[in-house]
């Protein structure tokens, strides 16, 4: 079936849904009445572990694929582990993520690595969308129910992208019955969350679901401060027994302040590393008055049909609208050494505006063959984004000591036009401004198969046509032609085998690809056009389903080539040249479910190993392209929660991260005589563990309070490095948030 209808096939599916059911009722409160679409009866549907094709949430009339037996790695973060963790953004719950190392040099724009290369495929309901890209902010958890990540390729439900994987956000949909939930939290430095989610069924053929949050916040570094408001509503209705529409619409409000983060220390004369800083974590190297306001819009609108008892149609068309307005001062790319913390200050501004519009039209359904069914999806899909930017920079026109930093006063910033001259430290500023109007289009045919020739073994096969475009007009300073180019019908293959050696136990294999687009303002040296990035994965592993189905154990190794990078060769100048070629290979180990009833664990360890196999500069060749993923990485929860005895109503649980040693930066180069020609930017912290608690009780069952302690032990490290220019972040200090929820009824 597409590998449970798409995303059950991990390089393919780039929208896995899976989350841990309890019972036949939880399975249809998350999926509708998927039993009777898939064929299957309540008993076999409860208490297993299960994987919807596309993952369109609820009533998706698509037959259901265990999650054991998907042959890829699919974790997922169910609504229950978003409000025990409190993880109330896509960040958040990435942080928590096995296998995931959250970086990025900008505050509040941050990038999640996945084996080895940053996650851009984005899902909303099994519909792939540019809408996460900048200017998109990082996503709060509170519009949606869950959210399921593939690693590894994810090309064949999401077009060009990275070979990291992908992120499918599952919305909330309306419910059944009449509920009506709202939280009111508070904590360290300030921090006030309250969120109501109300759900009512009109008659009895329609439904609607509606929602508020509210977020105030101070941040552990001085001035820092972020608000947050969002609402949605979402309403479906049946227009006949085979036929549901549903549509709904989202606003989301945020007002951060940015920053890029510390710098660290200037390596040494004799090639040594530099160092990250030892100062209070408070720190703060923006301006008292930096600042961002987005304004995001979304909508969507599903039509689905059920053709037959053994075949569905699908059609989601999904629209955004973000508007965002940065002003902020920044520090340089540029170390500091012990005895003089003095660096420049850059001065922003960008105007940026993105429309982006998504579509997704597909049949899944089943045919026999070999005396048992088969299931099949076919389908395309649409993607396509509109952006205008605008910007001003005004370089060193202050300075900042970094051990006793003063803010700048606020200069006039204008994206639009020339500005009258600018006095800064070291004499005259000149200011940079431009405008750029960017189009990106993509389309793509895909289809794939789930094959049991035989009991106990199944073939999935599937591949996907892509068309891409993109074209870029310059505004400002001065109006410019046209650039822009294209992929034609690039193709993008899956392949996976599982094999049951007994019921609960399986082993599998799969193979995917990927393509992701690039340009150069240089020509290639041999006059062709340039390629885009070509990226390859082979994974194996194994899959164990224990306690009736409520735990699911998992292993697997994999191994991902990327071939076509661009390097630009000092004795070729005006050429590029596209021989780069890295390798990422690991281990992942994950635990997910209950391992009794009402304790339940997710989580599990990761090893990665990457390298540049071929670069222009000798001296890259075999050491690591992403120094910053630890080679060895631990992330477990776990939570207690029994169901009776003296102890019902508490819970009790924590989660760990450790991560081994890591670096960023690049090291020093020498000369051929020996004599050094520019000095490390290599930044190392050691290994690290971070603790956290949580406990709650349940007074009854409308009411219900519970306390989370982050970073228990208060241990101090740093929770993104960069190099020893800027984007070194530490992490946050001993927090404590407090929780009361209510329900009705």
Not at 43 to 53: H, L
Not at 394 to 414: C, F, G, K
Not at 492 to 519: K, M
Request: no cysteine.
């Amino acid at each position: 079936m597409l590998l449970a209808g798409a995303a059950a096939v991990g390089g393919a599916v780039p929208a896995l849904a899976g989350e841990v059911a309890g019972t036949a009722r939880e399975v249809a409160d998350a999926f509708g009445s998927l039993e009777a679409d898939a064929g299957i009866d309540a008993a076999d549907a409860a208490d297993e572990i299960v994987i919807v094709g596309k993952s369109y949430g609820k009533e998706v009339g698509k037959t259901l694929t265990p999650l054991k037996d998907v042959p890829n790695t699919v974790t997922v973060i169910d609504r229950e582990q978003i409000e025990a963790q409190n993880l109330f953004t896509l960040e958040d719950a990435l942080t928590a993520t096995a296998g995931i190392t959250v970086n990025g040099v900008g505050s509040e724009d941050p990038s999640f690595l996945s084996r080895g290369f940053a996650i851009n495929n984005y899902l909303v309901d099994g519909v792939p969308t540019l809408a996460f890209g900048f200017p998109a902010v990082v996503p709060d958890l509170f519009f949606y129910d869950r959210l399921e990540v593939l690693r590894g390729p994810a090309g064949l439900f999401s077009g060009s992208g990275n070979p990291a994987g992908s992120i499918n956000l599952v919305r909330k949909r309306p419910l059944d019955t009449l509920r009506i939930q709202g939280s009111a939290g508070y904590g360290s430095y300030d921090n006030v969350r309250l969120e109501l989610d109300a759900s009512t069924p009109i008659g009895d053929a329609a439904g609607l679901r509606v929602g508020a949050m509210l977020q105030d916040q101070d941040q552990f570094f001085d001035v820092a401060h972020r608000n947050r408001i969002g609402a949605f509503a979402v309403g479906s209705i049946d227009l006949d027994a085979r036929t549901t529409l549903t549509f709904g619409a989202t606003y989301d409000r945020f007002k951060p302040a940015i920053q890029s983060g510390l710098p660290g220390l200037i390596g040494g004369l004799d090639g040594s590393d530099g160092q990250l800083l030892d100062i209070p974590r408070s720190t703060y190297l923006g301006a008292d008055w930096n600042r961002f306001r987005s304004e995001s819009w979304t909508g969507f609108v599903e039509l689905a049909h059920q053709i037959s008892d053994r075949w569905s149609l699908r059609a989601t068309g999904l629209v955004t609208d973000v508007d965002r307005i940065d002003v902020y001062s920044y520090i340089g790319n540029q170390p500091i050494t012990p005895n003089n913390g003095v660096t420049s200050h850059i001065a922003y501004r960008g105007d940026s505006f993105l429309k982006t519009r998504s579509f997704d039209v597909n049949g899944i359904g089943s045919v026999s063959a070999f005396g048992r069914d088969q299931t099949l999806i076919l389908g395309a899909d649409y993607q396509a984004s509109s952006s205008l930017s605008y910007f001003t920079r005004l370089s060193n026109y202050a300075r900042i000591d970094v051990y006793d930093p003063v803010s700048p006063t606020e200069p006039p910033l204008d994206p639009y036009g020339p500005l009258p001259p600018f006095q800064g430290p070291a004499g005259p500023v000149t200011q940079v401004y431009g405008g750029t109007e960017t189009e990106i289009e993509q389309y793509g045919l895909y289809g794939q198969m789930r094959l049991s020739p035989v009991q106990g073994l199944t073939l999935v096969g599937g591949g996907r046509v892509t068309w891409w475009d993109t074209n870029s007009t310059t505004l400002l300073p001065r109006l410019l032609p046209q650039t822009g180019y294209s992929i034609e019908e690039r193709f993008t293959p899956y392949v996976g085998l599982v094999w049951d050696i007994t019921d609960a136990l399986n082993v599998y294999a799969s193979y995917a690809d990927s393509f992701t687009p690039q340009s150069s303002s240089l020509p290639r040296a041999d006059g062709s056009d340039i390629q885009p990035l070509i990226g390859s994965q082979y994974e194996a592993g194994s899959k164990l389903a224990l306690f009736s189905d409520r735990l699911l154990l998992s292993a697997a190794a994999y191994q991902i080539t990327q071939s076509n990078r661009l390097f630009s060769d000092p004795d070729l100048p005006g050429v590029v040249l596209q021989i780069g070629k890295v390798r990422s290979r690991g281990i992942e180990v994950e635990a997910n479910g209950e391992i009794l009833p009402g304790w339940r664990v997710n989580g599990g360890y990761t090893y990665n190993r990457n390298k540049y196999l071929e670069d222009t500069n000798a001296q890259f060749e075999g050491i690591s392209f992403v120094p910053v993923i630890p080679k060895h990485m631990v992330k477990m929860f776990t939570n207690y929660a029994p169901a009776d005895g003296p102890f019902k109503g508490a819970s009790l649980g924590g989660s760990l991260t450790w991560f081994s040693a890591t670096h960023g930066g690049n090291p020093a180069a020498f000369n051929a005589d020996g004599s050094l020609r520019t000095r490390s930017s290599i930044v190392r912290q050691g290994s690290y563990a971070v603790l956290d608690l949580r406990a709650g009780y349940k007074i009854s069952e409308q009411l219900s309070v519970s306390v989370n302690v982050n970073n228990l032990l208060d241990r101090t490290y740093y929770s993104r490095i960069s190099s020893t220019g800027r984007g070194n972040y530490y992490g946050s200090p001993r927090s404590v948030f407090a929780t009361v929820r209510v329900a009705f009824p």
